[in-house]
């Protein structure tokens, strides 16, 4: 008997800081077409970039980040939470901005509960669960000196997920 499992493949990117969506990375773009769903993490810098995204994307979720400017954080939300086969899934950019944090300290944006949450402004990766909680940063999808192009994706398998890092590109 061949069983069938469910899944369900997440692409997470942030911090694009464009104007336009055909400067993000080609391979970027490709992973938005085709992933079930796209999120974007914040940090996105022009309407022009979100209406690409949105267009790619079979089904999108986007918020806002710190460094988006006010008509943007006027039409997206600071968070979104949603739930993918059973998962409970949060998304967020800390509008706070700031230095560095534990990933924990983004549970309280979430007090209905998550099982994942996934977010940006870091421009560093992260894949790792806490307290039975999966945190997932893809780091930035734009070639930098000495940062890495990165996406993250998370995949949910008949409700269990599991997080990645892609490396489109090495630093440089």
């Known amino acids: 008997m061949l069983l069938l499992m469910a899944t369900t493949r997440i692409v997470l990117i942030g911090d694009t800081h464009a104007y336009r969506w055909d400067e993000v990375h080609p391979r970027v773009r490709e992973a938005v077409a085709e992933a079930d769903i796209a999120v974007h993490a914040g940090d996105i810098v022009r309407p022009a970039v979100v209406e690409g995204f949105r267009a790619t994307a079979k089904r999108s979720y986007v918020v806002h980040g710190n460094s988006d400017p006010p008509e943007l954080r006027k039409q997206l939300p600071d968070r979104e939470r949603f739930e993918v086969d059973g998962v409970r899934i949060g998304l967020t950019h800390p509008a706070w901005g700031g230095p560095e944090f534990e990933p924990d300290e983004l549970l309280p944006d979430f007090p209905e509960g998550v ?37 993250a994706w998370l995949t949910i398998t008949d409700g269990v997920p599991s997080g990645e890092i892609e490396m489109i590109a090495p630093p440089g």
């Open 115 to 151: 099982d994942v949450i996934l977010y940006g402004h870091l421009h560093a990766t992260v894949c790792e669960v806490r307290d039975g909680v999966l945190y997932l940063n893809g780091g930035q999808p734009y070639p930098q000196f000495l940062v890495a192009t990165t996406i």
